[in-house]
């Protein structure tokens, strides 16, 4: 039988904790604790869809096991943006149409925060390497793309307004 083992982790700004087996991913911990935004795809690190920011790095949250985020932040699609105040990602996505069926969304905006977090004016190329682990089988990437140059031009307007 499985050892079982308690760990505590701030999930969006709240405290949460988990009591998980060894063997069990943080995709499936959290899935299980009703954090469905966080999607699954491949289960084997190759379609970003379970992406979430730890500590706020992006990873594959069904790479990485649950035992290992003991006392780690953990940000998902629900955690950027406010209540009544999208993150220009989330605006731009709509805006440009990049979002079709939506399954992919959450990780492509996740692994898109993480970007423009450190660099506010990605180029094209910079950008499809932020996201090169994030499939998508609706968009053929183009307006993805498009979306998160619209939010990086969002977030540098907001910057010099303020
Ligand atoms: S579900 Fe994690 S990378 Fe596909
Ligand atoms: S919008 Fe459908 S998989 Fe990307």
Same mark, same amino acid.
């Given at each position: 039988?499985?050892?079982e083992k308690?760990?505590n ?9 988990l ?5 069990r991913?943080l ?5 299980h ?11 084997k ?43 220009p @990602?989330? +605006?731009a996505?709509?805006e440009? &149409?990049?979002a079709? #069926? ?6 492509? !905006?996740?692994a /898109? ?10 180029? @094209?190329? +910079?950008?499809?390497?932020?996201? &090169?682990?994030?499939? #998508? ?6 307006? !993805?793309f498009? /979306?998160?140059?619209l939010?990086?031009r ?8 303020a």
């Amino acid at each position: 039988m499985s050892k079982e083992k308690s760990i505590n982790v701030n999930v969006n700004g709240k405290a949460v904790e988990l009591v998980v087996p060894a063997h069990r991913t943080l995709l499936e911990a959290l899935r299980h604790e009703s954090f469905v935004e966080i999607k699954c795809g491949c289960e084997k690190g190759d379609c970003g869809a379970c992406a979430v920011l730890l500590d706020g790095e992006p990873v594959d949250s069904c790479l990485t096991l649950a035992w290992h985020v003991d006392g780690c932040e953990v940000t998902t699609i629900k955690g950027i943006g406010q209540p009544g105040k999208a993150d220009p @990602l989330q +605006e731009a996505f709509i805006e440009t &149409g990049a979002a079709q #069926c939506g399954y992919c969304t959450p990780g492509m !905006i996740v692994a /898109a925060k993480s970007l423009l977090t450190d660099n506010q004016n990605p180029s @094209l190329a +910079e950008i499809k390497r932020a996201l &090169g682990g994030n499939l #998508c089988r609706c968009t053929g990437y183009t307006r !993805i793309f498009e /979306a998160v140059l619209l939010a990086a031009r969002k977030m540098r307007e907001e910057g010099e307004a303020a």
